[in-house]
């Protein structure tokens, strides 16, 4: 069966520190993988997703990037946290499709997340 | 661009009764829809999907959902509710044609009483 792992848990940084957050998935090749920030406990933004290795899309400009050096392994980066970094990331996966656009109907998974605060 | 409504911030219900949480959508064609659950300081969970074919989709912890075109809904269901159903739900969509990506809704809380 496939699980996703995230780690730390849990996080607290100082405003102007560097953050590196990291996913992995077993049990499955080749994902489609993504992360996503959620404020005050409710909404999620997209704020990367990823076909492949080295592949990455981002959805929004911020403070942060992404990367993914192996093909289930993805990694949340920032040079230098601000306060509005703070929130849950949570990393996520999906099947790839067996046609094209067959993807678009499968479902993502989610992992524990990571409480990141920022004094 | 797609986008999903949860008009309800919070919904509450006695246990044993039965609990609806809304979900309306707008995508370009037709969509791709889901709802997952979220318990505090934990990742989400899928329950359901809705790709094509019946209308009702059944889900995990007997949760099903009603996929209506013409109000573009996708409201989820109980027909009982349990204690241990509290947590945060969320609908998301994804059109047929476009990124890869789900866009997710605020999220519904659930509050059962017991």
């Known amino acids: 069966s496939q699980t996703i792992h995230q780690w730390p848990a849990t996080l607290v940084q100082p405003v102007g520190s560097p953050l590196s957050l990291e996913c992995t998935v077993e049990g499955t090749s080749n994902p489609n993988l993504y992360w996503y920030r959620q404020a005050a406990g409710r909404g999620l933004q997209l704020l990367f997703y990823s076909i492949g290795i080295d592949q990455i899309s981002s959805e929004v400009p911020q403070n942060l990037s992404a990367s993914r050096p192996q093909d289930r392994q993805f990694i949340l980066s920032s040079k230098k946290l601000l306060l509005s970094d703070s929130g849950f990331y949570l990393c996520a996966w999906s099947v790839k499709g067996t046609s094209s656009g067959g993807e678009k109907y499968n479902e993502q998974f989610f992992g524990p997340g990571t409480r990141l605060t920022v004094l | 661009a797609q986008s999903v409504a949860q008009p309800e911030d919070q919904v509450n219900v006695a246990e044993g009764n039965p609990l609806t949480v809304k979900c309306t959508y707008s995508?370009?064609?037709?969509?791709?829809l889901f709802w997952y659950v979220q318990y505090p300081n934990r990742g989400l969970q899928f329950l359901l999907k809705y790709i094509t074919g019946d209308n009702l989709v059944k889900g995990s912890y007997g949760f099903e959902a009603e996929f209506n075109k013409s109000q573009t809904s996708f409201h989820l269901k109980k027909p009982s509710a349990l204690v241990s159903d509290s947590a945060l739900y969320f609908c998301a969509v994804r059109d047929r044609t476009g990124r890869r990506a789900l866009t997710f809704g605020s999220g519904t809380r659930l509050q059962v009483q017991p």
């Open positions: 995508v370009s064609g037709n969509p791709y």
